[in-house]
């Protein structure tokens, strides 16, 4: 548990500085793929806004390990940096919703099977269906996720509408984007069980 407390804030901190200017802005990896140029990241001239009426133009944020260790105007840049140019860009920070729907559309009711056993009822309508990925539901227009946006959410743990095993959720990232695979910054983060809102019995 103290280790995905820790996950989260790392998130919380270093997600939405990088994702939310540009899709651009992911980490550099070396020819294997397998591990990043540097871990230290200096967002520059960008209009940073440090909380509610609280704005710095033209700033700097800089981020190394995954964590925020300095913003202002006169940040000191170390050698071993990537440089983002984020001139007409904004930066802020926003808050991570831990599991909810933002961003999916509920599919229809399955239809009550012919002469239901209900103790031993069909998988899809038994809402066993871990097959399933939230990506098929999620639509890039859905309401929430401007709401979610609007009131300073900028990442959201998605998982798909259902019951004892919906399937496979995903973290996904709170902007404008033409397709749903956009949205998302990692796959299959799993939802083992959703009390939340079952489907009815017919």
Known sequence: MKGLRKLVFRLLCAIPALLLISPST??????????????????TNATIIKA?????????????????TSVGKNVTIPQNSEVIDATELNVYAGFIDGMSYTGADRPDQPERPDNLFSPDPPNDYAGITPEIQVIEQIKTDENSIESMREVGFTISHT???GRMLPGSGALLVLKDAEHPDHLVFKHESFNFRNKREPFKSA
């Not at 990896?29 to 591990?35: A, L, Q």
């Open 26 to 43: 992911s980490a550099q990896s070396d020819s294997s793929g397998e591990s990043p140029v540097t871990t230290t990241y200096a967002i």
């Open 52 to 68: 509610p009426g609280d704005t710095l133009k033209e700033g700097t944020v800089l981020i190394s390990n995954g964590l925020i």
């Open 159 to 161: 998982v798909p509408y």
